[in-house]
């Protein structure tokens, strides 16, 4: 009968998620201290496993400027520059810089910061390494930091992970529609639609900075895979996709 009541003692606490001290009391006729002692009982902890996020796509050709290119295409990146984000500030409450270097410093340490919680251990002085790394997108027919939708910027959010291509017309994804890249085994949700380019056929496109060093490749050398997604509730940046 003993075995009978401390099965039920346990069953009744089987879900607590904290480690339990059984301490009753004698009047109900039973002695549970001299039953169990005074040890603790280490109870079973219910775990909770998320299930790993579906990275699934269909098939799309985009019109670009002088071919077609039918996604998911694997091909050759180069390297953009940064646009202005919605949270960026200029003098005389501009929304968009003079130069490409103006108050360019405090748009990387705000990107440092995003890149480092999502990449434990990231060495920013190795990110933003080179001269090119450190500029606003040109005033192309724009101005300095504006992407091809004028005056529409992006979030700091999305901005570390935007991509372009030569979209023509009707082409160019929504501003926000989410991608993804893979390369060697990583990948990584990438934002489309905030700008265009480049003009060379030589690239499919284009990927910011954080993009190549988060999938950990090279510009203009790495053969990086760019896929449609059908959750585009998924956060921009580094994630590992069901298999």
């Known amino acids: 009968m003993k075995k009978n009541i401390l099965a039920a003692i346990l069953a009744i ?25 005074s040890q603790s009982v280490d ?7 998320k299930a790993a996020p579906s990275c699934e796509g269909y098939p799309l050709s985009m019109k670009l400027r002088g071919r077609t290119v039918t996604l ?27 130069t490409v270097r103006e108050n360019i410093y405090g748009h990387l340490a705000n990107s440092c910061d995003l ?10 002085g190795e990110v933003y390494k080179t001269s090119w790394d450190k500029e606003w997108t040109p005033p192309e027919n724009g101005k300095a930091g504006q992407g091809a939708l004028g005056a529409v910027r992006p979030s700091k959010e999305e901005e570390l992970w ?32 905030y700008e265009r380019g480049p003009s060379s056929k030589k690239f499919i496109g284009g990927f910011q900075r954080e993009v190549l060093w988060a999938l950990g490749a090279e510009e203009a050398s790495s053969r990086i895979t760019l896929s449609t997604l059908l959750d585009q509730t998924l956060p921009p940046g580094p994630v590992d996709c069901a298999k």
């Open 162 to 193: 935007i991509f372009n291509m030569m979209w023509v017309g009707k082409s160019m994804p929504k501003a926000g529609t989410k991608f993804l890249a893979t390369f060697n085994g990583k990948s990584v949700v990438v934002v489309g639609g």
């Open 72 to 98: 998911p295409a694997t091909g050759v990146w180069t390297l953009e520059s940064h646009l202005a984000t919605d949270e960026d500030s200029f003098p005389n409450r501009r929304s968009f810089p003079k």
């Open 13 to 37: 606490t089987l879900y607590s998620p904290v480690r339990a001290q059984l301490n009753f009391d004698s009047s109900s006729g039973f002695n549970f201290a001299d039953m169990l002692g």
């Open 115 to 124: 890149l480092a919680r999502l990449i434990p251990g990231t060495n920013c």
């Open 43 to 49: 109870l079973p902890q219910i775990e909770i496993v």
